[in-house]
């Protein structure tokens, strides 16, 4: 079932016009939606992994503790939903995208696409090249706070210029593809690049 939760006065200003996507309005809230029930973790020392396979020379695998010791990036930025809600100036802490390549052993040259694997069999397809943005960021942190439960604690992808559909919760996986592969909302209809200033929100 997928999930909305949202309350308070929306805004518009008109003034915003040139950072909003046609067909959305502008909310200070931050609504909830998601696919499936919100995972609840007891122990993240021994419960949570993110793996990282495919397309790269050595898979990986980093357990909690090692994850949060990379260094740390903070992006800032506006995020557009599918729904029609747009949030500005949204501040994200975490590991940056390319950063984490800088760590891991060299891509092969077949990479090319990005798909996140999350709780629930959930998955998002995005375009290596997308991931390459400065702003990519796998984000544990919003707003100088620990992600809640309910935005994807503990870690989330942040895919810049897609539909927040794209920035997946709850990530447990990334698989490196050469070529690509629908993640969950693509196979019900989605659109598969989610440019929000084009309105792609469906396929054709």
Not at 39 to 59: K, V
Not at 114 to 134: I, K, R, W
């Given at each position: 079932m997928f999930r909305s939760q949202s309350s308070g006065r929306d805004r518009l200003d008109p003034t915003l016009a040139e950072r909003v996507p046609p067909g959305q309005y502008v909310t200070e809230k931050f609504p909830v939606l998601h696919y499936g029930d919100v995972?609840?973790?007891?122990?993240?020392?021994?419960?949570?992994?993110?793996?990282?396979?495919?397309?790269?020379?050595?898979?990986h695998r980093f357990d909690f503790a090692e994850f949060r010791a990379l260094p740390t990036t903070t992006v800032v930025t506006d995020i557009h939903?599918?729904?029609?809600?747009?949030?500005?100036?949204?501040?994200?802490?975490?590991?940056?995208?390319?950063?984490?390549?800088?760590?891991?052993?060299?891509?092969?040259?077949?990479?090319q696409y990005?798909?996140?694997?999350?709780?629930?069999?959930?998955?998002?397809?995005?375009?290596?090249?997308?991931?390459?943005?400065?702003g990519a960021l796998l984000a544990y942190r919003f707003e100088g706070?620990?992600?809640?439960?309910?935005?994807?604690?503990?870690?989330?992808?942040?895919?810049?210029?897609?539909?927040?559909?794209?920035?997946?919760?709850w990530l447990r996986g990334i698989e490196f593809l050469s070529e690509d592969r629908l993640g969950f909302w693509e196979r019900y209809g989605y659109h598969n690049d989610a440019d929000p200033w084009r309105e792609e929100r469906y396929a054709d």
């Open positions: 995972p609840r973790y007891r122990d993240l020392a021994t419960t949570w992994d993110l793996r990282i396979w495919g397309e790269i020379t050595a898979p939903c599918v729904t029609r809600w747009s949030k500005l100036d949204t501040r994200w802490e975490g590991v940056s995208f390319r950063g984490l390549l800088d760590i891991l052993a060299p891509l092969k040259p077949t990479a990005v798909l996140f694997h999350c709780e629930q069999g959930y998955t998002a397809n995005v375009p290596l090249s997308v991931m390459l943005d400065p706070a620990e992600l809640t439960p309910e935005h994807g604690y503990p870690l989330r992808s942040l895919v810049p210029g897609k539909y927040f559909w794209k920035s997946a919760k």
